[in-house]
Structures are given as structure tokens and as C-alpha cells.
């Protein structure tokens, strides 16, 4: 297959009215990421060499969502809604260029994965002029159906136009299809809309085909590959597939889990070997984790790398640009944000580290903030090599604690402290004695006086 020439056709033009969302339906996200990026990384890891996505009118998030995505791709917009056939139509330009195998995927199909396209473009090298995703759901109402003579596929049915014996077919079309390229234009252009949606459909093509003499066939697929979203409801249905995938993978990439179903997983999370992740843990996008690192409970981590055997929470929380360094320790209630914990530093407890560095080795006391805001500006705070930071301290940015300095206890530090050296930032206890004795002998005399009087 290496030497067919492949482009996929990706149908994103379906507002998504069901969502109920003003967000187009391929923008929302199963694993952190768009359904759009999932079919689009389904496509180039299949190889193909072309993409052209076909969006709606005012689906300019969707453009850009597939450039960033795919910067080679080709946008085309579907102006008027007139079925799927039309829609692929709309690509014309980029199938008219010429290429082998053309694949047609839908854009709210989103875990549709590479080997069941490898397999669909090999129907065609095997001389197919159309391949088709099938599958057999429990319920097939609502899919087109698969009219099948001696062995051949012949046709498609769209529910709406079958037959009561056609509707009885159980064998239904996934939707996903791979098109010899040569053919394709020539097919596209002969379907009609006289049907009972008055839409053009790509079901069409097979009928068409078989007219011409060219071979159809179904290529029986996962349902899971050809599972499509209308609805919140089924958002979730296909998120939790997902999570089972990545689960599995974290568990090939060396993860140990004792809860899996209680871990969520971004497409993008990353493992070294010999990580454990306790239950409940949340990834967001953008997180890796190298090896012998633990996350223990309840903790949430976005965009953040955490080092070789560092230990994460139980209730911690990893923000965007959190770095934790090798060996370190973030405790519970700690929260890091846009800050590098080098390698072997800690902060066990309550504390919010943002936007700043703590040095090798430093050491955060409990309650420690990092005033990285002002109200108007965001500053930063820099712990040096080896410092510690007594409990309860506020470090008011920009601020620099050089290399082994001591901060004491419920300090709040303006200046920068120089290496080595301590510094006491906090009001000098006063002690008044018998004081409290005195308070209470003034409360009883004046209780005494209020009954007599
Ligand atoms: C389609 C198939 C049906 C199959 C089912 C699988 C056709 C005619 N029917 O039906 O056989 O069983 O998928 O789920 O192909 N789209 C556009 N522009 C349009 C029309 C559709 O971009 O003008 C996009 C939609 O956004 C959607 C996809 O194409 O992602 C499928 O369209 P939809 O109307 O949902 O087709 P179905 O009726 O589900
Ligand atoms: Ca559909």
C-alpha cells in the first residue's frame, strides 16, 4: 500500500444542532482534544498524504482547529447543507488532483482508528473500486442498510427509503468509506436527490458503481470505529471508549492503576515505566510523567511535567507550566503554577508556588505562598539551591531568596534575602503578663454591676 497515493476527506460541516452548544460539534473534546484532532491524527497516522476538510459556513473555529492541527490541510466550505455526496463534492479541487485511494470519514466520528482506514484502503488495492465500513448494531435504525446479492454488496439503503424487508437488514453502513480516486468524480457527479431526504447521498456511489461494472464491498469494522456523536449524552458514551483505550495503553507503557476506572486520561498524557497512580486522579492536557514517579489520590495535573521518582499529592494539583524536577516532593494542598521544582525539592504541604523556581533541595514549609499577583501584574519569585522556607511564610514578588538562606516562620519577605543568611520577616512577639487575668477580672466586675443595678 506504501505506493498508493491517499487522500482523506473529512465531513465537518454538520452544525450539531442536538449539542445544543454554540461550539461546532467537532470542536468539543473527548481526551482533551477536538473530535476533529482525533480523526485527523487517525488520517496521517493511516498515511495519508492529503487532507481536505470540509466545513459549514461560519465554521471558522473549525478551519483554524484543522490548520493547527493539520497545517497541509485543505479547507473547503460546504455552503448549503445538501448531503454527504455534496459535501465531498465540495473537496473537488483536492480530488481532482489525482490520487489512488480517496478515504471519506465523518468529522464527529472521532475513534476511528488507523488500522480499520489500512484496512478499508486495502479493499481497493485489492481492486474494490468502493469499500465500505460495516458494522452490525443492536439497533440499525436510523442507518443506511447494506443490500447484499450472492455474496456482492449492491447497494446502500438509507433508512428513510427502505423497504420493510430492506429495513429488516441488520447490516449497516458505518459511514466510513474509501473510494478509488480515479472513479470518484465520475461517481459523485451522477448522484441525484431524489430520494426522501431531497439529499444528495454517498450511498449512492455503490449502486453506481456496480452500474459501471466496478466492485463494492463491505469491510466489517469495530462499532466503536464508526461511533458518531449527536448528542452530550453520546459525548460521554464515546469519552468513556476513549478513556478505556488510554488506560490500556498506560497499562502497556508500565503504569500500575489499582482504580483504573477512577484515573482519566488525556490523549496526550505521556508515561515512563514503573509509574503508580492512585485512584482518582485527573490528567489534562499536556502532562508526562518519567519513570518511578507517584501520583498518589485525588490529585489534577494540566500541562506539567513531573520528574523521575518524584511524588505528586494525594490532593495536589499541577497547573500549566508546573515543572517538577527529579526526586521532588509536592504534598497535599499544594498547588504549582508556571514554576520549576528543581530537582529533590519539597513542599509537603499547603502551599501555592507560582510563577517562580525553588532550588535543588529547597525546602517549602506548610502554609508557604508565593504573592505572585499584585492585581494588576503577575511577578516572580525565585528560591535559590538549598534554601528553606519556614511555614507559613509569604514570599511577596519579585523576590529572591539566594542559595541556603532560612526564612523563618510567618515571614512575609519584601526584599531579597542574600545566600546563607536568615531572615525574620514577622512582627516581634510581645508577651504582657497576667494580661488575660486582668481581662477577666474587668469582665466579672462589670457583670456583677449589671445584676445589682
Ligand atoms: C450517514 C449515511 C448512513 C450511515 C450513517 C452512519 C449517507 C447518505 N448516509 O447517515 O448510510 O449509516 O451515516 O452514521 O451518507 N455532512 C456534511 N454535509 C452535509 C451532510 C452531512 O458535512 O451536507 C456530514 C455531517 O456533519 C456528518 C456526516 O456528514 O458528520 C454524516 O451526515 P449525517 O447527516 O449525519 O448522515 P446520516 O443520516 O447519519
Ligand atoms: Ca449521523
Known amino acids: 500500500m506504501a505506493d498508493r497515493t491517499c487522500l482523506a476527506v473529512v465531513l465537518a460541516a454538520g452544525e450539531g444542532t442536538r449539542m445544543r452548544s454554540s461550539l461546532p460539534k467537532v470542536m468539543h473534546q473527548i481526551g482533551s482534544e477536538t473530535l476533529l484532532r482525533h480523526v485527523l491524527r487517525a488520517v496521517s497516522q493511516a498515511g495519508a498524504q492529503a487532507t481536505a476538510v470540509v466545513v459549514g459556513p461560519d465554521h471558522a473555529a473549525v478551519a483554524a482547529e484543522a490548520t493547527k492541527v493539520s497545517p497541509d490541510a485543505a479547507i473547503f466550505q460546504q455552503t448549503q447543507r445538501l448531503g454527504t455526496a455534496h459535501a465531498v463534492l465540495a473537496a473537488r479541487e483536492a480530488i481532482a488532483r489525482g490520487f489512488d485511494d480517496v478515504l471519506v470519514l465523518f468529522g464527529d466520528t472521532p475513534l476511528v482508528q488507523p488500522q480499520t482506514l489500512t484496512r478499508l484502503r486495502a479493499a481497493l488495492a485489492d481492486g474494490a473500486a468502493v469499500a465500505v465500513a460495516s458494522f452490525t448494531p443492536a439497533d440499525p435504525s436510523g442507518y443506511g442498510r447494506l443490500i447484499v446479492e450472492d455474496g456482492q454488496l449492491v447497494d446502500i439503503r438509507e433508512d428513510k427509503d427502505a423497504s420493510e424487508t430492506e429495513r429488516a437488514i441488520r447490516i449497516c453502513n458505518g459511514g466510513l468509506m474509501a473510494i478509488d480516486g480515479k472513479h470518484l468524480l465520475g461517481l459523485l457527479e451522477r448522484i441525484d436527490n431524489r430520494n426522501a431526504k431531497n439529499e444528495y447521498y454517498l450511498t449512492n456511489v455503490v449502486g453506481l458503481a456496480r452500474q459501471s461494472g466496478l466492485r463494492a464491498v463491505a469491510v466489517e469494522v469495530d462499532e466503536d470505529d464508526v461511533r458518531g456523536i449527536n448528542t452530550k449524552a453520546q459525548l460521554a458514551e464515546v469519552e468513556a471508549v476513549l478513556q478505556q483505550r488510554l488506560r490500556r495503553n498506560a497499562f ?18 505521556t508515561f515512563g515505566n514503573d509509574v503508580t497512580v492512585e485512584p482518582y486522579v485527573v490528567f489534562g492536557p ?161 457583670r456583677k454591676k449589671g445584676a445589682s443595678g
Open 252 to 269: 502497556e507503557a508500565g503504569v500500575t492503576m489499582i482504580a483504573p476506572e477512577t484515573v482519566f486520561l488525556s490523549a496526550d498524557t
Open 286 to 446: 499536556g502532562v508526562s510523567v518519567a519513570s518511578g514517579a507517584v501520583i498518589h489520590a485525588f490529585s489534577h495535573l494540566s500541562e506539567a511535567s513531573v520528574g523521575e521518582g518524584a511524588s505528586i499529592g494525594p490532593y495536589a494539583r499541577l497547573r500549566p507550566g508546573a515543572q517538577i524536577g527529579k526526586q521532588a516532593r509536592v504534598g497535599n494542598f499544594v498547588e504549582v503554577k508556571q514554576a520549576v521544582m528543581e530537582d529533590g525539592a519539597k513542599a509537603n504541604h499547603l502551599a501555592y508556588i507560582g510563577d517562580g523556581r525553588v532550588g535543588e533541595g529547597a525546602n517549602i514549609g506548610a502554609g508557604t505562598i508565593f504573592c505572585n499577583y499584585d492585581g494588576a501584574s503577575k511577578q516572580r519569585t525565585d528560591v535559590g539551591k538549598g534554601a528553606f522556607i519556614g511555614s507559613n511564610s509569604a514570599l511577596v514578588a519579585p523576590v529572591t531568596i539566594g542559595d541556603g538562606a532560612y526564612v523563618g516562620s510567618g515571614s512575609v519577605i519584601t526584599e531579597n534575602v542574600p545566600a546563607n543568611a536568615l531572615a525574620l520577616g514577622r512582627i516581634r512577639q510581645v508577651i504582657k503578663e497576667g494580661w488575660a487575668s486582668r481581662l477577666r477580672d474587668l469582665k466579672a466586675a462589670a
